[in-house]
């Protein structure tokens, strides 16, 4: 324990050089709080359905939520209902047990509604296409507003098709 402590001081404190301000999410997230102050009264609820994926497009929906990308200080929060969402952000190849339950969900959303498919898979099959146990792309099973492309999409990107879903962004 000393010999760990020793070594602690000697060497001190190993970080990585502080990069700099992203400021492309910014003025994204400018665009997208005056978005959703008009349009939705200053709150867009998003309800995330995971339809088989590898879950690489989950860890950048996370990094929305941590501290650099802070998503919910534009007015977007992930709910757990999709009775209480506005918008569906949608990823992975929908597998055939997804389906049916992505279809309730869909559903289930009031209208108006907005879906947003998010990774090559959710738009396009990805690697697995349709098969036996796929149904492939998310617009298969249901209607789709926006394509995010990206294996996975990074958070910008996220943060740039929602926007392009709400008629701001192209």
Do not use: W
Not at 52 to 73: F, K, M, T, V
Not at 123 to 140: I, P
């Amino acid at each position: 324990m000393q010999r760990m402590l020793r070594k602690i001081i000697r060497v001190g404190t190993v970080t990585e050089p502080p990069g700099k301000a992203d400021n492309r999410i910014e003025t994204l997230g400018a665009l997208l709080d005056e978005a959703i102050r008009r349009r939705f009264q200053g709150s867009l609820a998003i309800r995330q359905v995971d339809a088989g994926s590898c879950n690489g497009c989950e860890l950048e929906i996370h990094a929305l939520n941590n501290p650099y990308y802070d998503i919910e200080r534009f007015g977007i929060h992930f709910v757990a209902s999709p009775r209480h969402a506005d918008m569906l952000l949608v990823t992975g190849p929908v597998s055939r047990n997804m389906e049916t339950a992505l279809r309730m969900t869909y559903d289930a959303v009031p209208n108006p509604k907005l879906v947003v498919a998010a990774g090559d898979c959710a738009v396009r099959g990805g690697e697995f296409g349709c098969s036996y146990a796929l149904s492939g792309k998310v617009a298969n099973v249901i209607p789709v507003d926006v394509a995010v492309q990206g294996c996975p999409p990074t958070p910008a990107d996220l943060i740039q098709g929602i926007l392009t879903a709400l008629g701001l962004a192209r």
